[in-house]
């Protein structure tokens, strides 16, 4: 039995730990949309303010854009992670 405890164990601390990490994925993805939205065309008005932060998520901003790049709609995935509902 002890066996059986530590596997399921393993399994839930492994799929929290998926969980936590995508999350963490999307809120790193939506901070860098607010702040380098312009990349992508969503216009930022306060863009010559957010370059100051450049150096700092320098290393972050090529792997954003290839996840950015392989999604149909980013506004629309995004805005489906809530439920708006009437």
């Given amino acids: ?3 059986i405890q530590e596997f399921l164990e393993s399994w839930h601390r492994t799929s929290a730990t998926g ?3 995508k999350e ?4 790193n993805d939506n ?3 607010l702040l380098f939205g312009d990349l992508l065309g969503i216009p930022n008005p306060v863009s010559y303010y957010t370059l100051e932060l450049l150096p700092y998520l320098a290393e972050e901003l090529e792997g954003w854009e290839r ?3 392989n999604r149909k709609s980013i506004v629309a995935e995004k805005f489906g992670q809530f439920d708006f509902c009437c």
């Fill in 19 to 21: 969980v936590l990490r």
């Fill in 67 to 69: 996840r950015m790049q």
């Fill in 1 to 3: 039995m002890p066996f």
């Fill in 24 to 27: 963490a994925f999307d809120n």
């Fill in 31 to 33: 901070f860098i949309i």
